[in-house]
């Protein structure tokens, strides 16, 4: 079984900082792609960053400058560092990974439970 656990939510001020963890685990032989996505009430979900196993990222407009997506790949674990927070920043962010090669085979798009970010003064 795979697992996405996250951490690090919660509530912060506008302009304040927040770094969110994603662990995935499991019997996991490697990941290629892991993410985080957010939704906010009324919205449909998007890609906030990703990051693949080799390096390349893909980042929305409106965090870029202001968000960094990493990953340990040994540990398989991914963080968001959110910086210079803004109200509409709130949402549920996501964990996803992509291409998880298990001993079972390949698993596509798996995701975490969510965890709340508010932004507000």
């Known amino acids: 079984q795979v697992q996405l656990v996250e951490s690090g939510g919660g509530l912060v001020q506008p302009g304040g900082s927040l770094r969110l963890s994603c662990a995935a685990s499991?019997?996991?032989?490697?990941?290629?792609?892991m993410g985080w996505y957010r939704q906010a009430p009324g919205k449909q979900r998007e890609l906030v960053a990703a990051l693949t196993r080799s390096g390349t990222t893909n980042n929305a407009d409106s965090v870029k400058g202001r968000f960094t997506i990493s990953r340990d790949n040994a540990k398989n674990t991914a963080y968001l560092q959110m910086n210079s927070l803004k109200p509409e920043d709130a949402a549920v962010y996501y964990c996803?990974?992509?291409?998880?090669?298990?001993?079972?085979?390949?698993?596509?798009?798996?995701w975490g439970q969510g965890t709340q970010v508010t932004v507000s003064s």
């Open positions: 996803n990974a992509d291409g998880i090669e298990t001993h079972r085979g390949m698993i596509y798009d798996y």
């Open positions: 499991g019997s996991i032989f490697s990941i290629r792609a």
